[in-house]
């Protein structure tokens, strides 16, 4: 039996360190003020989907990214941790009116024990999460009040 159970443990283990296969993906664009900057998303819908999230990706494309999809809202206390991700990430915490109520840098946690890594949480309600390579939302000068338009017919033309 405890054999079993190490065997069990070990497999969950090393299963999660293995990126999930790519999600279904759309074309959406942050926009600001002065412009509208086009990305994809991969859309984590489901509970496993938002659960392993990034873990294990080695890289993702620039103007690549993961939006997590909440049907309910969730409490400014959620939040995101970095357990088995080995990208350094921004996270934007999206109202389901598409503004940005907070934007987080998140780092890498490097403990093989998941209680032991930070969590980043939202600190505003929020419905979507936008997980994008470390940076670019200070690269892009999108900030907290600015917008997030899902599928292309929404993104206009600079």
């Known amino acids: 039996m405890v054999l079993l159970s190490v065997t069990l443990t070990s497999a969950?283990?090393?299963?999660?360190?293995?990126?999930?296969?790519?999600?279904?993906?759309t074309a959406a664009c942050f926009v600001t003020a002065e412009k509208s900057i086009a990305v994809t998303l991969e859309l984590a819908r489901d509970s496993q989907q938002r659960q392993k999230g990034l873990m294990g990706r080695?890289?993702?494309?620039?103007g690549n990214g993961m939006l997590f999809i909440y049907q309910q809202t969730?409490?400014?206390?959620?939040?995101?941790?970095?357990?088995?991700?080995?990208?350094?990430?921004d996270i934007g915490y999206v109202a389901?009116?598409?503004?940005?109520?907070?934007?987080r840098k998140m780092t890498p946690c490097t403990s093989s024990n998941g209680g032991n890594c930070p969590t980043?949480?939202?600190?505003?309600?929020?419905?979507?999460?936008?997980?994008?390579?470390?940076?670019?939302?200070?690269?892009?000068?999108?900030?907290?009040?600015?917008?997030?338009?899902i599928g292309a017919p929404n993104c206009r033309k600079d």
């Not at 400014?76 to 350094?88: D, P, R």
Request: glycine residues 8%; aromatic residues 10%.
């Open 120 to 149: 980043y949480p939202a600190g505003v309600e929020f419905t979507y999460a936008v997980e994008m390579n470390d940076g670019f939302f200070e690269e892009n000068d999108i900030e907290v009040g600015d917008r997030l338009l």
């Open 12 to 25: 969950c283990s090393a299963d999660s360190a293995i990126p999930q296969p790519r999600l279904e993906t």
């Open 74 to 89: 969730r409490s400014a206390s959620h939040g995101f941790w970095m357990y088995k991700t080995l990208l350094h990430l």
């Open 96 to 103: 389901r009116n598409g503004v940005i109520g907070s934007i």
């Open 58 to 62: 080695e890289s993702i494309a620039p």
